[in-house]
């Protein structure tokens, strides 16, 4: 997948722009032998906003976590997180930051306790009466109090993910990283780790979160990074990136047979033409479609009426708003958006 126009780089004169990045990945490359996990990545998360980094497994996401982290220095590039250089820096930012992954290291042996007051030793909260209160606040915030004296060992996935949860907000850390935290939750402990993820960008914190689920990223993100390969195919917010691909009217046709809508692609007003067929393996149904963007609304009667004299029974005509989904796969497909000058894609598209 090639996209032919450089990203741009920040304006270093823009102290203002620079200030609100929490997080800033420019350039940066690491390898694991002969797997290169992340290659030319370059990735920026606002202040007090969601970022969400959405890609295939093996996109690199995890590997970037690690970065911001710490965990990993990178072969090449910058990492810098609230300004500070993770791989030198690398107390300061973990003090500031609370991590959740997909499969939390917790202490199976000890009690919730005590691997949340092993936590709070690491976070420098020490060992008295204020991590006492920290310990209790952020468990009950999860609904573990109860749990806390037994072995983690015996705890549920979905109460495993909660001492994850108390363990990463218990020190009020400025930025939240979230590593495919809903992974083998059941729904109910799922909407709950989202509704965490909202409540805590609406409190002010920074949250990155990684996730290969479209529909969980659909009413979060305030920002997308889209990843495949360990570098940044596209970035910018939902409603900015959906707009460039999709800048017109866009209308949904459906027909017996989809083959016949690909004489849409031709007609006056018609800007653009996809058939999608994403939908049929799923159905079973004979029956297909295609989004068709139109440059002004009366070309939609114009063109129903130009297939139904063609013989084309369409058989289904709406308006459709371009989700997340539609633009992973467009990103994703090699699809370029349109620019001022027509086709052509930036990686970062600006807010």
Known sequence: MTFTTARPDP???DAEATHDLAVELRSVSR???????????????????????????GAGKTTAIRMITGALNPDS?????????????????????????????????LSGWDNLGYAAELYGLGRGDAAGRAIRESAARFGIEAALDQQVGGYSTGMKTRLALARSVM????????????????????????????????TGSTVVMCTHL????????????????GTDLIAGS???????????????????????LDRVAGMEGVVGYERDDRGLEASGS??????????DLARVPEVVFALAAAGVRVTRVEPHVPSLEDLYFAVRDGREAFSEQGRGTSREVAA
Request: with cysteine; proline share 8%.
């Open 77 to 109: 590039g910058s990492v810098r997180v609230f300004g500070l250089d993770p791989g030198v820096e690398g107390e300061q930012v973990r003090r500031r930051c609370g991590v959740v992954s997909a499969k939390p290291a917790l202490y199976d042996r």
């Open 31 to 57: 390898g694991f032998g002969d797997v290169k996990a992340l290659d030319d990545l370059t990735l920026t998360a606002p202040a007090h906003a969601i970022t969400v980094l959405l890609g295939p497994n």
């Open 286 to 295: 004979g029956a297909g479609g295609a989004t068709v963007q139109l440059d």
């Open 214 to 229: 479209l529909l969980e990223a659909e009413g979060l993100a305030e920002r997308v990074v889209i990843l495949d390969g």
């Open 171 to 202: 020190h009020g850390p400025e930025l939240l990283l979230f590593d495919e935290p809903t992974s083998g939750l059941d729904p109910e402990s799922s909407h709950a780790v989202l509704e965490l993820i909202r409540e805590m960008a609406d």
């Open 11 to 13: 304006d270093p004169a």
């Open 238 to 260: 939902p409603g900015d990136l959906t707009g460039r691909f999709w800048p017109h009217l866009v209308v949904r046709l459906d027909a017996e047979d989809p083959a016949d």
